[in-house]
């Protein structure tokens, strides 16, 4: 099996401990990770940073929510983005279409499923 390459990942979770842990797992898998808390942060990083994916929470603390911030993101370019998220409802899954998510993956959330979405990132 061939490795793949890492990745830019901008990982956008509001929950510091599961920021923290994910973080550790995809670091350890050879990717490089920027952690933002918040929509506002996490579109200012992805700016500066452009990553390759954004593995974006919807519900965010602050103004923005994270449907909004992969919105504002998709602005400056296209940026794969997987969503995360408690919420599965219709409602929400129609909200966030328009962004094209590579994934849309509902908590409680394992690091298998996370590593499979990334590997639909296009390289």
Known sequence: MVKAEPLK???V???AIVAMMTQTHLEARGHSVVVAATG???VQCASQAAPDVVIM???LT??????EAASEM????????????GY??????QRAAPCS??????KPVSMQDIIAALECVPR
């Open 88 to 93: 599965a409802d219709a409602a929400l899954r």
């Open 40 to 42: 506002a942060a996490a």
């Open 57 to 59: 929470d919807v519900h």
């Open 9 to 11: 990942i901008l990982l």
């Open 74 to 85: 998709q602005k400056e370019g296209q940026v794969p983005v997987i969503f995360v998220t």
């Open 13 to 15: 979770e509001d929950e």
């Open 101 to 106: 998510p590579l994934a849309y993956l509902v």
């Open 62 to 67: 602050g103004t923005m929510d994270g449907i």
